[in-house]
C-alpha cells in the first residue's frame, strides 16, 4: 500500500546529540553492516528474479503459493535452521469478468475503462442513477440525506481541489463502508492519478466480502463524469463477476535467537503479497525483500544481539491485513505476544533518512542509533518521527498495545507512487542504490533496538491503547472497520 499511514500525530525532529544509552560498540557493527550491505546485497537481484519467475504474488493463488515456497528457500539458503510457515485459512478474492457503462438513460450507454476493488460481490447487474457524493466522507452524505439511496455513489479518491481547508480522507474501503452505510447500491470511485491509471485495492474494511459492487475509473473519466452530473442527471449499468472462496495461505518467518534476553523478541515484517494487475515491485517489493535481506546480512555478519529477532513475511496484508491478523491472533492464543517488545514494518519503504516509532519515549534510543548512522552516511539525516496510522501490518500489533516503527524519510522511485496499485508497478521503476539504503540503514535500526540494554518501552495496557487511539484520532476509522473494541 502507498503511504499507508495517516499521520495524525507527527513530530519532525532535527538530530539530538549522542544519546546516553548508544553502545560504543555500535558504530563497529554498523559499519560491518554497511559494507555488507553496499557490496553484496542481494535484495536487488532476488526481487528481479521473483518478478520475472514468479510475477504478481497474490495471496491464495498458485503465485502467491509459489512466492511463499522462494522465501522460505531463500531464507534457508541464507543459513537459517529456524525457518517455518505460519499457514492461515483467508478469504481469497479474485476478479473476473467487469464492464461499467453510463450515459444519460439506460439506452444511452458508453463503456468506460474500469478495475472491479477486490471484495466485491461474485455477481452483480447493477443498473441506477449515479449521485455525485464528493470526496465520499460522512459529512458529504449527513450533507444531502437520502441523496444515494438506491443509487451509485460517484466518489473521488482522494480530497477533490476546493474542498474546505483542513478536509481529511478515508482510506477506499472506509469510503465504500460509509456509501453501503447510507444505501448506495454501489460505487464508482475515481482515481486521483492522470493518464487514465485504474487502481486496485480492497474495498472491504473487513476482509470480507461486501454487498455492493465497488470499481475504480480513471481521473479523466471520473472528472467529466461529474461535469456532466452538474448539467444533467445519469445513469449507469455495473456489470461484474468475481471468485471468492476459503483458501490457505502461509506467512514464512525465519528467528535468529537472541544472547542474553532471548524470549524478548523483535519483530521485523514486510508483506510479501501485491495485487495482481503487476509484479508488486513497489508494493510491497522493496519492502519485503529488503526484509529478507536484512535477515541475510545479520547471517552473514553472525550478529548476535541481545534479543530474538523474527524475520516475517506476511500474506494477505493487501486482502485487509489477513497474515498480520493471523501472527497476532496465535501470539495472543498461545501468550507469546508478551514477548514481543517491538514490531518494525517495511511496507513500501525506500531510501530512509530518519526513524519512525509510536513510542515518543523511544526517541533517544532511535536517535542514538541513527546518529551512529548518520556519521557513516551523511546523508542518512537521522529525522524522528513519532507517529500513529494505519492500514499495514504493524496495526494489528499496534491494536494490542504493542510499541511500532520502521524507517521513514525517503521518496519512492520515480513514478511509483503513480503506479501504486496499477497495472505499471514493474521491477523497472526499483532503484537499487534504494533498496541498499533501506536494508543498511534499518538494519542498523533493528541491531541497536535487539541489542539495547533496555527498549524505553512497554506494552500498553487496554486502558492505555484505547486512549492511545483516541489521542491519534483513529477511533472513527477503526469504527468504520468495525476493529473498535471498546464501548463508548
Not at 335 to 343: D, G, P, V
Amino acid at each position: 500500500m502507498l503511504y499507508k499511514f495517516k499521520i495524525l500525530a507527527l513530530s519532525l525532529l532535527l538530530p539530538l546529540p549522542v544519546a546516553a544509552q548508544e553502545n560504543p560498540a555500535w558504530e563497529k557493527v554498523f559499519n560491518r553492516i554497511n559494507t555488507e550491505v553496499q557490496q553484496n546485497s542481494k535484495a536487488y537481484s532476488t526481487l528481479q528474479q521473483a518478478s520475472t519467475t514468479i510475477g504478481h504474488r497474490l495471496t491464495g493463488s498458485e503465485n502467491g503459493k509459489k512466492a511463499e515456497e522462494y522465501a522460505y528457500n531463500l531464507l534457508k539458503s541464507y543459513g537459517y535452521e529456524t525457518v517455518h510457515y505460519q499457514p492461515f485459512e483467508v478469504e481469497s478474492w479474485r476478479r473476473g469478468q467487469l464492464r461499467v457503462r453510463v450515459g444519460t438513460d439506460a439506452n444511452h450507454l458508453q463503456e468506460i475503462k474500469s478495475v472491479s476493488l477486490a471484495h466485491s460481490p461474485v455477481k452483480a447487474d447493477l443498473t441506477a442513477e449515479v449521485v455525485d457524493m464528493g470526496n465520499g466522507l460522512e459529512a458529504d452524505y449527513q450533507a444531502r440525506p437520502g441523496a444515494v439511496t438506491g443509487k451509485i455513489a460517484l466518489v473521488y479518491l482522494g480530497v477533490l481541489p476546493g474542498s474546505a481547508p483542513g478536509t481529511g480522507t478515508l482510506h477506499r474501503s472506509e469510503k465504500t463502508a460509509i456509501a453501503t452505510k447510507y444505501g448506495a447500491s454501489g460505487i464508482i470511485i475515481i482515481n486521483t492519478v492522470a493518464g487514465g491509471t485504474l487502481l486496485t485495492g480492497t474495498a472491504s474494511v473487513t476482509g470480507k466480502l461486501i454487498t455492493i459492487p465497488a470499481v475504480c475509473i480513471g481521473k479523466e473519466d471520473g472528472l467529466k463524469l461529474k461535469d456532466q452530473l452538474s448539467s444533467g442527471p445519469l445513469v449507469s449499468t455495473i456489470n461484474m463477476t468475481n471468485f471468492s472462496g476459503v483458501i490457505k495461505a502461509r506467512n514464512v518467518i525465519a528467528t535468529l535467537p537472541g544472547t542474553s534476553f532471548k524470549k524478548e523478541k523483535i519483530v521485523v515484517g514486510g508483506h510479501l503479497d501485491t495485487w495482481d494487475l503487476a509484479s508488486g515491485a513497489i508494493d510491497n517489493g522493496i519492502g519485503s525483500f529488503s526484509v529478507m535481506d536484512m535477515a541475510r546480512t545479520f547471517k552473514i555478519l553472525k550478529l548476535q544481539p541481545k534479543r530474538t529477532i523474527e524475520f516475517v513475511l506476511f500474506m494477505g496484508e493487501e486482502e485487509g491485513l489477513l497474515g498480520s491478523k493471523a501472527y497476532v491472533a496465535e501470539a495472543l492464543k498461545d501468550k507469546s505476544i508478551n514477548n514481543i517488545a517491538f514490531m518494525l514494518n517495511y511496507d513500501m519503504t525506500n531510501d530512509p533518512k530518519g526513524y519512525h516509532t509510536t513510542s515518543e519515549a523511544c526517541k533517544p534510543l532511535f536517535q542514538s542509533i541513527g546518529n551512529i548512522a548518520s556519521k557513516i552516511d551523511t546523508t542518512f539525516k537521522n529525522t524522528f518521527s513519532s507517529r500513529a496510522g494505519l492500514h499495514s501490518d504493524h496495526q494489528p500489533f499496534m491494536l494490542h498495545g504493542l510499541p511500532t516503527g520502521g524507517s521513514f524519510g525517503g521518496k519512492l522511485p520515480k513514478g511509483g507512487g503513480d503506479c501504486y496499485h496499477a497495472d505499471c508497478d514493474g521491477f523497472d521503476l526499483v532503484e537499487e542504490s534504494g533498496l541498499k539504503n533501506t536494508v543498511r540503514f534499518s538494519s542498523m535500526l533493528v541491531y541497536g533496538l535487539a541489542d539495547a540494554p533496555k527498549i524505553p518501552t512497554k506494552r500498553l495496557t487496554d486502558a492505555e491503547t484505547k486512549a492511545f487511539l483516541i489521542a491519534n484520532k483513529l477511533q472513527e476509522p477503526l469504527k468504520i472497520a468495525s476493529d473498535w473494541r471498546w464501548a463508548d
